[in-house]
């Protein structure tokens, strides 16, 4: 497919772990049980992507996954999945895609925002004005979104600390009231705090009654 060559625009590459290893922290959120927890990882993931593809200045979303049924939903979405690379790792993956993609804008967006708002998203683009930027989770520690300047290497630093990591490379904090792109779901806490956000539609529905 011939995406054309809008500078202003961004891929993004989203990595999603395989359901039965990711979000080990929220496993209490769906009681242990092993197939309400992948359907809830999915559903994170499902919404976050259907919010980035929705996004204006969003060229195109990639997802990063070894997992055949998050590849068949992404599908499902028009969203393409590439495997992982043989190297294991989230930056390792991070990377893999974009160097696949050959994008003249990349960007990384984890794949645990259920209340992500398109407009949020679109007003931290904005924000960024060509440079290489990150935006910190709420907690100012983790990142949820990095983004190259455009032409640029994605250089991803994702991990315990990685908002510091970021910044420590050069790349510019975008702090703005974007409180959906900001409330990345580790524990139940967090799902808290996206379900009084406003959860998308698919994790709302993958959550047990008592949460809701
Ligand atoms: N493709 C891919 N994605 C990854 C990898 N490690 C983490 N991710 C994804 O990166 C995002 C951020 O990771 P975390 O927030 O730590 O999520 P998690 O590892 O599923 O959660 P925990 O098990 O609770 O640490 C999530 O969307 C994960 O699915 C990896 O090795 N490969
Ligand atoms: C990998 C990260 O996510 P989390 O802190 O949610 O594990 C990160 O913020 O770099």
């Given at each position: 497919?011939?995406?054309?060559?809008?500078?202003?625009?961004?891929?993004?590459?989203?990595?999603?772990?395989?359901?039965?290893?990711?979000?080990?922290?929220?496993?209490?959120?769906?009681?242990?049980?092993?197939?309400?927890?992948?359907?809830?990882?999915?559903?994170?993931?499902l919404d976050t992507v259907s919010a980035a593809v929705a996004t204006p200045g969003v060229r195109r979303v990639v997802t990063i996954t070894s997992d055949p049924a998050v590849a068949a939903e992404m599908a499902a979405l028009g969203v393409e999945s590439l495997p992982e690379p043989p190297q294991p790792g989230l930056n390792q993956?991070?990377?893999?895609?974009?160097?696949?993609?050959?994008?003249?804008?990349?960007?990384?967006?984890?794949?645990?925002?259920?209340?992500?708002?398109?407009?949020?998203?679109?007003?931290?683009?904005?924000?960024?004005?060509?440079?290489?930027?990150?935006?910190?989770?709420?907690?100012?520690?983790?990142?949820?979104?990095?983004?190259?300047?455009?032409?640029?290497?994605?250089?991803?630093?994702?991990?315990?600390?990685?908002?510091?990591?970021?910044?420590?490379?050069?790349?510019?904090?975008?702090?703005?009231?974007?409180?959906?792109?900001?409330?990345?779901?580790?524990?139940?806490?967090?799902?808290?705090?996206?379900?009084?956000?406003?959860?998308?539609?698919?994790?709302?529905?993958?959550?047990?009654?008592?949460?809701?």
């Amino acid at each position: 497919m011939d995406y054309g060559e809008v500078r202003d625009e961004v891929d993004l590459v989203v990595p999603v772990k395989t359901l039965d290893r990711a979000k080990t922290r929220l496993t209490s959120a769906t009681g242990g049980d092993p197939v309400s927890h992948a359907a809830l990882a999915l559903a994170l993931a499902l919404d976050t992507v259907s919010a980035a593809v929705a996004t204006p200045g969003v060229r195109r979303v990639v997802t990063i996954t070894s997992d055949p049924a998050v590849a068949a939903e992404m599908a499902a979405l028009g969203v393409e999945s590439l495997p992982e690379p043989p190297q294991p790792g989230l930056n390792q993956a991070l990377e893999h895609g974009a160097r696949t993609l050959r994008s003249s804008r990349i960007g990384a967006l984890q794949a645990d925002l259920p209340a992500l708002r398109p407009d949020e998203l679109q007003a931290a683009l904005e924000a960024a004005r060509g440079r290489r930027a990150f935006v910190p989770d709420r907690q100012g520690t983790g990142t949820t979104l990095l983004l190259a300047a455009p032409g640029g290497e994605l250089d991803p630093r994702f991990g315990v600390g990685s908002a510091g990591l970021h910044r420590l490379s050069g790349a510019v904090a975008l702090i703005g009231a974007w409180p959906s792109l900001r409330c990345d779901v580790d524990t139940e806490e967090d799902l808290r705090l996206a379900l009084a956000l406003g959860l998308g539609t698919r994790t709302a529905n993958a959550l047990p009654a008592r949460t809701t």
